[in-house]
C-alpha cells in the first residue's frame, strides 16, 4: 500500500479546498493510497507537517496551497535524504511555480496529475539554508510582494504586486553589489537582481524566456542603475520578453552565485522576505520529484532549441 500526506492551508486561495476534501480523499484511496490530512495553522506550519511526513515515511506528500504553502512544504523536504514525491493541488492567488509545471488550478484535474501523471525531476534552489523552487531576487523593489497587503492580494491576485510595485518605484534607489557567479564577476551599481528557476515569476511569464526546470542553472537577471523613465520602459518590454535587448540588463546562467554588498540589502526567497545579503546560491540538480501532467514531462525532458540558442548568444 502506498501512503500519502496531504497538506493543505485552508486559508489559501479564494476557493475552499476542505469542501472538496471528503472527494479528492475518495479519488486516492480509489488508486490504492492510504491517505492523511493536516490543515496549516499558520506561517512555517506547513514545514513541520512536511518534515514529520518525512520522518513518517510517507511515499508521496500533496501540497494544496498557494506558492507559501508550496515553498513551505519543500524548506520542510528538502533537509532529508529519503524524500517523498510532491503532488501540489494549486489553491493560491497567484501560483507561480504550478503555471511553470502546466499542473491544471481545477481541483479534479491537479488530483488527476498527482495519480495519473509522471514523475519529473526538477531544480530547488538554495540560499544560505533556505530554499525556494521560483525565484529569489534582491533590491528595492522586491520588498514589493511581501509589502503587498494579504486581502487585497486575495481579491485582486497577481494585481496587486504591480499596484503596489508602481507606488514603490520612485522609492526604488540603486545598491553596490558584488556578484560572483561560477567563475565569472559583476560588480556595479545594481537597481535589482533575480535568479529564476522557472519562467513564471510574479506574472511575468517573459521575464525568464529559456527556463529550462533540470538544466542545473539559474537564470541570473542583473537591471543596473536606470531612472524612472528607463525603468518603466524596461518593464513594459519584459511583458513583451524584450527587456534582455536593454542594454542596462545583464542576463547569465550559472549554477552557483555569491552576492555580497556594503548596503543592507533585502532578499526575496518565492515572495517571501527571505534575509539580508550577503547569499550564496547553489541550484540543487533535479533535487525535487515532482508529479507533473505528460506535457510538462516531455518539455523537461526533450531537446529545447531554443533554449540552446539563446544560450549560445550570451555566450
Ligand atoms: N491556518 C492558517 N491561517 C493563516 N495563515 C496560514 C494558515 N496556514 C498557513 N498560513 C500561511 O499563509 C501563507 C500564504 O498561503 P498560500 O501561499 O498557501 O496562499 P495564498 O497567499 O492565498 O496564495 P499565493 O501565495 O499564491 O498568493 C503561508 O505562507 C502560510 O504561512
New binding site residues.
Partial sequence: MKTARIIY?????KESFQDKLPAVLKRFEEAGYITSTH????????TYAARFACEQGFDLIVAS?????IN?VINGLAEYDKRPELGIIP?????DFTRALKISNDIDEAVSIILNGRTGKVDLGSMNGKYFMNIAGGGKITEVSYEAP?KL??VIGSLAYYVKGIELIPQMRSINLRIEYDDELFEGEVMIFLLGLTNSIGGFERLVPNAKLNDGYFTLLILEHVNLAEFGHILSLATRGEHLKHPKVHYYKARDVKITSFDEVQLNLD??FGGVLPAHFKNLKEFLKIRVPDEFYNELYSEDNDYKLLNQENE
Avoid: L
Fill in positions: 492551508n485552508p486559508t489559501a486561495g490543515a496549516t495553522t499558520g506561517p512555517n506550519d506547513a496551497g498557494g506558492d507559501g504553502t513551505e489553491m493560491g492567488t497567484v501560483n494579504s492580494k486575495a515572495g517571501e
